[in-house]
């Protein structure tokens, strides 16, 4: 039997923080106690944190690994080592690699990339290479015309574990008709375009949404309700937002633009993800609700490295640490571990409980910001 010790730890329980023992046995968690083991082989932490393996339900933190620098293609193989190795050192241990069925761009680099990258995520799974536990979701760009080809294609995967709709279309979600001037000023300098090109691309973008967009994700939404797959909205930021994907059986609400939206989202039982970059940097880089006010309001309920995985700890600590919410830290470190993983039907990790898997993290409060000092995944020394 493989049995591992760690003593003298504060165990971030799902509602309480105790100083006690936790036991590994074969890569699962087989007790939990308040006392201090005397054992010569248990290892000792020191009065230091033990907590749940981080769950990730949206990061795109691979993308840059495969694609460097612009017209640079990395070997697939030794992206995903990276990738993987970066998010080990955060505390992740199990990590929903997003990729983008279809972009508003229909050459982007993300669609010219998402076969190589799903392919990797895939491979890097079945030969063991990577320590984290990898799975897919699904981002699907329900403005995108050949979506449904692209979602027929990949739905299938074993990996597939969460999908998520969104419509990035100006005067949709993340951009109302309010924002259109600032959705003008950010394509225009991402592609380059001069005012005319933008007239057209505008144009051609509302003329594909109000085409395609609802019946896709209606599509979408059955399908995965007939495979057991969770859903997610994106950018919701109104009542009948929030209310049309509770009506269509969604499970989480990604990154709410809104207060409103968040707390209706909240209400009707979706989980309501936030970015921890958002924690971190004090708000919205795009100028939409900050994360800390959802906190306050108490409808904060997940939250996603997204583009930065050290900042989802970072993020956890933080909002415990702030005087302005209900936060305690054992629900602060719920954000993101318990509640992702019970969003997305993982219901073998997640919460340090006898019978989960021994996915876990030590961390060391230093007086800058809390430390990783290692990480398990079943059990499995891996940082």
Same mark, same amino acid.
């Given at each position: ?191 380059? #375009? @001069?005012? &005319?090109?933008?007239? *057209? ?7 594909? /949404? !109000?085409?395609?967009?609802? +019946? =896709? ?76 006010? #959802? @906190?306050? &309001?108490?409808?904060? *309920? ?7 995985? /050290? !900042?989802?700890?970072?993020? +956890? =600590? ?66």
């Amino acid at each position: 039997m493989n049995e591992q010790i760690l003593t003298n730890a504060r165990l971030i329980l799902r509602d309480e923080v105790i100083t006690g023992t936790l036991v590994i046995r074969d890569g699962e968690i087989a007790e939990i106690s308040q006392e201090i083991s005397p054992l010569p082989q248990a290892d000792n932490l020191g009065g230091e944190y033990l907590m749940p393996g981080l769950v990730e339900l949206h990061t795109d933190n691979q993308e840059k690994y495969f694609t460097p620098r612009p017209k640079v293609d990395w070997p697939a193989h030794m992206a995903m080592v990276t990738h993987d190795a970066q998010l080990v050192a955060a505390g992740i241990t199990t990590s929903f690699d997003s990729v983008a069925l279809g972009d508003i761009i229909g050459d982007s680099t993300r669609v010219e990339k998402l076969d190589a990258m799903i392919r990797a995520v895939i491979e890097s799974e079945r030969t063991g290479i990577n320590r984290a536990d990898h799975l897919l979701h699904l981002r699907c760009e329900v403005s995108y015309p050949g979506l449904m080809a692209l979602f027929e294609r990949y739905i299938g995967k074993d990996l597939v574990k969460l999908v998520s709709v969104m419509d990035h279309a100006p005067g949709q979600r993340q951009f109302p008709p309010e924002n259109i001037p600032k959705y003008r000023e950010y394509y225009m300098g991402k592609y380059g #375009l @001069a005012e &005319a090109q933008m007239d *057209d691309f505008i144009h051609l973008q509302q003329a594909n /949404s !109000a085409k395609y967009a609802d +019946a =896709f994700r209606r599509r979408i939404c059955d399908v995965c309700h007939d495979r057991g797959i969770a859903i997610a909205s994106h950018d919701d930021a109104t009542l009948a937002h929030a209310q049309e994907s509770s009506d269509l059986g969604m499970q989480v609400a990604e990154f709410p633009t809104t207060l409103e939206a968040a707390k209706a989202s909240h209400k009707l039982g979706l989980k309501v993800l936030m970015g921890a970059p958002n924690i971190v940097r004090g708000g919205s880089h795009s100028g939409n609700i900050a994360a800390k006010d #959802l @906190a306050k &309001a108490g409808v904060l *309920d997940i939250l996603s490295s997204d583009y930065y995985p /050290s !900042a989802l700890v970072q993020a +956890a =600590f933080m909002v415990a640490d702030r005087d302005d919410n209900d936060y305690d830290l054992a629900r602060a470190i719920g954000l993101v571990t318990a509640n992702p993983a019970a969003a997305a039907n993982l219901h073998d990790r997640g919460v340090l409980e006898v019978g989960r898997r021994a996915d876990l993290v030590q961390v060391k409060r230093h007086s800058v910001m809390p430390l990783i000092e290692r990480v398990w995944c079943k059990g499995k020394r891996v940082f």
